[in-house]
């Protein structure tokens, strides 16, 4: 049994392992300042659970034990995949920017600058040879760009979001039990991610995945609508993805696009 000195001031870190369906696999569960508790589950096969800092063990035991079976299903589905190849950010590899293959050129030279323009991605730097020191020049670049692009379709998906009809009967009615006029958006932060795409906070504020600037204009579209939903519906229910659907009719079919590959060795496997 914990003392009460963890129960105020529990471990960031800590290990377990788990026995399920004939599969044993070790969870660590890492407590953090965040709000909701979250599941991963690792190409090692290591399951990560992040957890509120004061998080109840009950709570998270709960958590853990009803997502046994989902835990062994992706255990094995990422054993049974291939490991995605890693780019090698050299001359003629392709990148995409905003869904559209662009072709690398490496030059060398300071300031560290990329440059796109005519299908093509053109990166200065001081050792074009050094693919870590291309691939950095790359991250700064798509940040940069992201923080741009994703803050005008923001807006441009709030704008057409509040218009459509479900969403506006919603403000209504909060208008009505609450005298908010509006449909709340908070602050937007880019920035990047590696398990999901976006997310939402209570107060209205949005996060976006950096990497979101390699996809089509119709796939960052549907993250941003997925977290206006959010303002509204904080879970995945059935109202949620009834709201999602009015938003966005057939937003599934554009689901896919997230999944693909943002690069490609060659320009005949385009």
Known sequence: MLGAKHRMNPPPLYHRQYDHQQQTFD?????????????????????EIRAPLHCAWQQIDDFLDA???WIVAAIQ????SPVPEAPAYCDGEYHDYLGEPHELLLVRGKPSQVV???????????????????????????????????????????????????????????AALSGESENAVGKLTVRRMTARWGSCS???????????????PVAIDMV???????????????AFYALMEAAMPGWRDHESLLNQPSWRRQADSL
């Open 202 to 216: 209570r107060g209205g504020d949005i996060c976006l995945n950096a990497a979101l600037v390699q996809k089509p």
């Open 116 to 174: 796109v323009g005519a299908g093509q991605l053109l990166v200065r730097c001081a050792a074009p040879g050094d693919p870590l020191q291309v691939q950095q020049c790359l991250l700064k670049f798509w940040r940069q760009r992201a923080l741009l692009v994703l803050d005008e379709r923001l807006r441009d998906c709030r704008r057409r979001f509040d218009q459509v009809p479900a969403v506006a009967a919603l403000i209504q009615r909060k």
């Open 27 to 47: 969870v660590v569960i890492k407590r953090s300042r965040r709000k909701t508790l979250a599941i991963h589950v690792l190409r090692t096969g290591l399951v």
């Open 67 to 69: 997502r046994l079976d």
């Open 77 to 80: 589905q990422l054993a049974n």
């Open 224 to 238: 941003i609508i997925h977290e206006l939903c959010h303002l509204h519906h904080f879970s995945h229910s059935k």
